[in-house]
């Protein structure tokens, strides 16, 4: 046992993992692997993530490559292969053993990466022969902010870059031993690792170029390693991409939906401003994110030095750094304008630091050995490598909790829980639904595990017809995740498809497709002048039979006195009424609408929806402007959906005049409707008609007049 923990010591597996596990926990591992996607490209991570889930869903038939979003197959399938699905498949597996649970993709995910890492360190520490440097290397590779975020996320980039430090490992077990199965297995890693990313053939095509060179002019290497060997292991992994992209490419073009297009986006074909604008974005956002610049500087002056020193490095080696340079340079160009919102895409291209960091501690061994075992300049350099573990901490803090996280907890946050929810609603775990606002491909989708379609693709259909060929494709339920959008005229269309709400779960409405009432008006526009008369403004066909925003009415403007109406202060907060919290419902709708008058002069107005909770925290996040909202020297009747917060006590409705005061609010008309019911609340005690009658209020409920 004494000769086994001493081997453990002398080979450093103890100090790797002693400091890799405390990197994981300064870098928070133990509470981001709990996470659902999201954060910096939540977009991305829940295609990968949908993939895994499906992969179960369907009895791991690795067929059923699905992803959520109904692209494919004149838009009823979402059958679509991009990388090799090894690594959503395996996670599959996993959740028929455990359950599915995101932990377990972000774990395992991180697990092929470390394990990758381990051997890198001991392939290190063969040609360094030195543990401080072959662990301060893997660490210092290990403070890249981007490397870090992916690490135990769902892309599968820090996968294949996982595999490559495998093929590595087995590849340099080769040389060593002359094992001929250690070869194979390099091949067999470098095939995973293409075909999960392709961008991992950068190194390869480094030792391949290096070896070809290397056999042309050096007589002793030719004599040393003879080429036929080599031929077949060499061959697989760049057979294995062609063989794997053509097949997808033909899938999905016959079968399924294309989601990341085969294609060039290289510098060559972007304007000039489109280059300027993603350099700018490289400089001031990415760049940072990659490593530490000045970690970039030294990689930078290895290069240099390495090309100075050609004759005193180790030939081969230098080749392959050289050349993996010139491939990752060629993938920079040639998908440029990827760049742009991708900083993963650049991860297997993290290879070329890597290399940089190996050639320049490799020449300083050999020819500054008293720097190479200095004491002081170990400890200086651990000092600086400490600093780029806690930068890269502060910026992967903010890709998970910062900016980049704002949409998730505003908005894709609702669909938490939301999968149980749909089932108590009586949604079938395949029926096909509707998620709006969602650019993204299937993110809403992917977090309550239903199928159907968002506002991604299929840019040929807007508006009204896109909601009916989505229902002639099987749509059965809307999902509107946030309310505000229904302010914004863009959406009008979705009213006459809010008729029969049948659920709210935190800020996401559900709305049943199958009940739709044919006789429901198709566009606001044409709903007649005389809809706010009589019976015709109570109605049970949901919110799209009476939405009035910026709807001129024809209203005779001597029949509303604006002396009963609240006229505007100039450049004041004018609070027309302050109402408790058991006005309303909590995580509900309702719809504010009131009359407006214009006097005729240029002012600039805002109506304030003020949700102030029991600690006196205001929110003042519902507004909108009724600049342009309606005729000079006219009234106008104003509709505008709000959302009641659950923790709201009181709400405050303020008018806010920033210009001229000529602005009125008629106070008899100033009316509140929950939006899934046919019940009004009324600040005063009548609504005024058109023909002047009067309708008495009861009980918060509207009683017509015979």
Known sequence: MEFSTQKILKTGTVFFLVVIVGLLFFYRFHNT?????????????????????????????????RMYNLLGQDHTTDVSFTELPLLYYS?????????PDDAIF?????????????????????????????????????????????????????????????????????????????????SLFYLLAATTKVTSIVSLLGLVGAFLLMQLFDKDFREKYNYKKYIIPAIIPFAGVIIWYTFAQWFNTKYGATISPLELRA?????????????????????????????????????ITSIIFFKKTNRFFSLVFFLSVIAGTAFFFFFFRSLYNHDYYLINVFIVVLF????????IKNHLPRVYTSIIFKIAFALLVGYYAYKCHQVIHVKHEGYFNKLHKIRYSGFMGMEAYNRELGIKPRDPVISIPDPSINISLYLMDQPGWTDFGLVQYKGTERIDHFIEKGAKYLFISDPNILNDKQYDYLFPYMSNKIGQHKNVAVFDLTTLNSDTPSDIHDIKDDIIAGKSLVSTKGPGSFHFKGFKTQYPQERLDTSLAHRSKMHGYNRLCHLSSGFFKPNQWYELSFWYYNAGIRSDVNMIINQIDKDENQNWTDYFSMKNGAEKGDWTL????????????????????????????????????????DVYYLINDTLLFKNNQHIPIKDGELMLAD
């Not at 996670?91 to 359950?99: D, S």
């Open 638 to 677: 104003i509709s505008y959906y709000f959302y009641r917060r659950k923790d709201a006590r009181t709400l405050n409705f303020t008018l806010h005049c920033k210009t001229d005061p000529g602005i009125y609010i008629y106070y008899t008309d100033f009316l509140i409707r929950q939006s899934d019911t």
């Open 267 to 303: 510098i060559w074909k972007l304007p000039p401003d489109t280059i300027a604008e993603i350099w700018r974005k490289i400089r001031e956002i990415w760049l940072n994110s990659y490593f530490h610049v000045s970690l970039l500087y030294i990689a930078l002056g290895s290069l």
């Open 106 to 186: 972000r774990i395992f995910n991180a697990l092929i990466f470390l394990v990758g890492l381990f051997l890198l360190f001991k392939t290190l520490r063969y040609y360094l022969k030195d543990q401080f440097w072959s662990l301060i290397i893997v660490v210092a590779l290990f403070t890249s902010p981007t490397l870090v975020y992916y690490t135990n996320s769902f892309l599968p980039n820090t996968t294949a870059f996982g595999f490559v430090f495998m093929a590595l490992y087995f590849l340099h077990r080769h040389l060593k031993k002359d094992n001929i199965s250690c070869l194979y297995l390099a």
């Open 356 to 363: 940089a960091l190996i050639n320049l501690f490799y020449l």
């Open 91 to 99: 996670v599959a597996v996993l959740y028929k053993i455990f359950g």
């Open 33 to 65: 692997s709990f996470d659902p996607p999201q954060g910096l490209h939540q977009w991305r991570q829940c295609v990968g993530a949908g993939y895994a889930m499906n992969y179960y869903n369907y009895d791991l038939n690795i067929a059923e490559a």
